[in-house]
């Protein structure tokens, strides 16, 4: 999805440096990794250099008042991440690959040491990714191969020099580049081994309520008006797939013959693709941002989905609970990251008490 859920959901996926039983695969986490950082200048520098595009220069001094902001404000890390840049000369830092099984919504999951299972497997080659991608539905799954702008390496890579900017989201809209920022480092500050759907909701929760915060202090009535355009057709958006996935999830779990089910969800997809296309005509007069992904929308893309946002608001009530105090609201993400995941979820359910 390349204005809605690229941007909002896959800014922040770890798929890198957690090791595998596989030698290749290790192998080319590292050489992509590695490579990457190897590209990386200080931002400094490309300001200072005339031959930087004007437009890119802008954007670069903006992004260190951003890194700034995230410091004093949100109570972000004030180490060397997204204090360099690196043009890739492509257009994602890596290609992630998720699946689901034909009639579930669980996302398949790797495991790895230290960072513990994910619900996706990452490449710093397209190809690599694609190939593992056919592989998987050649076994039956769903599956669904995406690029993402920027991953964490939850501050690992600082002795390295930082997670750096990337060309692969740094000229976005200035909003855009707000949310991924404060995003990618919340996940230094928390993060729970086997646990996707907490880190990426917190570090979600983390990027909406900066924003917001950013946005009040640059006081820019057409920066608002921006965000709230994309904000609406993602509010959208969110309803129809969340609807889609509470309608196949109960579906999937109920007592019908398999044929059935494959029969309802059918209708079910088509449903919601003729919906789609309602709202794109009649209410966002043709913007077609989210074609791509409505066309390949199946279990492993819904699946993934629903992993980075179901727990957001329950982390919104958090906030609101310690008074907006970012220092509490941090300790007590850092506090329940530490918790087993029963426990975790028990706490969040009350965070609104």
Request: hydrophobic share 40%.
């Amino acid at each position: 999805m390349r204005a809605g859920l690229r941007s909002l959901l896959l800014a922040s996926l770890l798929p890198v440096l957690g090791g595998c039983s596989s030698v290749g695969y290790y192998a080319q986490s590292l050489h992509g990794h590695f490579d990457l950082l190897a590209r990386a200048r200080p931002v400094k520098d490309w300001v200072r250099d005339e031959h930087t595009p004007v437009a890119l220069r802008e954007r670069l001094r903006l992004s260190q008042e951003m890194r700034e902001f995230a410091v004093t404000e949100l109570k972000l890390p004030d180490n060397a991440s997204y204090r360099r840049y690196a043009d890739l000369q492509r257009d994602a830092a890596v290609w992630n690959v998720v699946a689901a099984p034909e009639l579930s919504l669980q996302l398949k999951t790797w495991c790895f040491p230290v960072l513990g299972c994910v619900g996706y497997r990452g490449y710093f080659e397209r190809t690599q990714a694609q190939a593992l991608g056919d592989e998987l539905k050649g076994a039956g799954w769903e599956v669904l191969v995406y690029g993402v702008p920027a991953y964490s390496t939850l501050g690992w890579s600082n002795w390295l020099g930082g997670d750096p900017l990337l060309n692969t989201f740094a000229l976005g809209p200035e909003t855009e580049l707000a949310r991924l920022l404060f995003h990618e480092l919340a996940h230094q500050k928390a993060y729970a081994d086997d646990d996707t759907a907490f880190n990426e909701s917190y570090a979600t929760a983390v990027e909406r309520l900066g924003l917001e915060r950013w946005m009040q202090q640059r006081g820019n009535p057409r920066l608002r008006e921006e965000h709230e355009a994309i904000e609406a057709r993602r509010a959208q958006f969110r309803a129809l797939t969340r609807g889609l996935r509470e309608r196949l999830d109960a579906l999937y779990r109920g007592d019908a013959p398999d044929e059935e089910k494959r029969s309802r969800k059918a209708a079910l997809m088509a449903q919601f693709r003729d919906e789609y296309e309602r709202v794109k005509r009649q209410e966002w007069g043709g913007y077609d941002g989210y074609d791509r992904w409505v066309a390949r929308a199946n279990n492993a893309a819904l699946a993934v989905q629903g992993a980075y946002g179901d727990l957001v608001p329950a982390f919104i009530r958090l906030f609101e609970r310690v008074g907006g105090d970012w220092e509490r609201f941090h300790a007590e993400a850092k506090r329940l990251a530490e918790m087993s995941k029963a426990e975790r979820r028990r706490a969040l359910e009350g965070a609104g008490s």
